[in-house]
């Protein structure tokens, strides 16, 4: 029930290479400037720790580089204008009814994961489940620098409950069932919509092969109580919240996903591995 997860997402908003592709590239690189002589085995190339240390070295360079941008990135990120929310969103919890102000859970950010889990789904979408794998460990620690993290999907709340449980994970989960929010963040679609393949996702139109999407939308609340939407991302700007895979970044085969047919083919709910 779930053919647009995130790696599908990925795929039709982004066009872009995995970790693998991306590993691959590097070594062809690597392996166009080498000039010693080199043992090779199937698929990589072999040298010595002194040649090692000297690629590594240039590596690094790279990607301190790399990280000076994320930093400026980030800061520009953080520099966009806001936008006040002046719908009055109310969502279904397990204590009732709570406003999008009360999911900020008396903090002044709140970060929303956009669940693909729409109304008459089984269960969630394994894709935002694997993400959702990493959410309870950073809650905690998020929770200490003043922000809320929260999922909020269109299914009603019995059966997200259900699957929550199923899945052993504590954090808030909400129902957005009967409202415009999801529609508003551009995380649903109307049939027709689909139908048209005209919906706006990731901030341009484009086809689309459902009517759930995945994303996350930022916000603020001020000392009077009104709130603001400062940031929302969606398709491959969600990879910086999967932990998982930036420890595949790390390794020879990288994220191993080229030759699927879409990007999180492998991915499963975890207690069906």
């Excluded at 903090?107 to 956009?114: D, E, T």
Aim: proline share 4%.
């Amino acid at each position: 029930m779930c053919p647009a997860c995130i790696a599908t997402a990925a795929l039709i908003v982004a066009g872009a290479t995995s970790g693998g592709g991306l590993a691959a590239l590097a070594l062809k690189t690597l392996r166009g400037t080498r000039g010693a002589k080199e043992t090779t085995m199937p698929n990589h190339t072999i040298v010595s720790r002194a040649e090692w240390l000297e690629a590594r070295r240039a590596h690094l360079a790279r990607e301190k580089e790399f990280t000076r941008l994320r930093d400026r990135l980030s800061a520009e990120r953080r520099a966009l204008p806001w936008v006040r929310v002046d719908k009055a969103y109310v969502f279904e919890g397990p204590a009732g009814a709570v406003t999008l102000a009360g999911l900020f859970d008396g903090r002044s950010q709140l970060i929303v994961y956009h669940f693909m889990f729409g109304p008459g789904w089984e269960e969630g979408c394994p894709s935002c489940s694997f993400l959702s794998d990493h959410i309870d460990g950073a809650a905690v620690h998020l929770a200490q620098r003043d922000a809320t993290l929260v999922a909020v999907s269109r299914a009603p709340l019995p059966r997200i409950e259900a699957f929550k449980r199923r899945m052993g994970w504590r954090f808030t989960w909400v129902s957005s069932h009967g409202t415009d929010f999801n529609f508003d963040y551009h995380v649903s679609f109307a049939k027709d919509e689909v139908a048209k393949g005209a919906v706006e996702y990731n901030f341009a139109p484009r086809e689309f092969p459902s009517e759930e999407a995945p994303g996350v939308s930022v916000f603020h609340k001020d000392a009077r109580g009104d709130v603001f939407h400062t940031y929302s991302a969606y398709a491959r700007g969600l990879d910086l919240l999967i932990g998982a895979y930036n420890y595949l970044d790390l390794v020879p085969k990288g994220r191993d996903e080229d030759a699927l047919a879409f990007t999180m083919a492998w991915v499963r709910h975890h207690d069906r591995y």
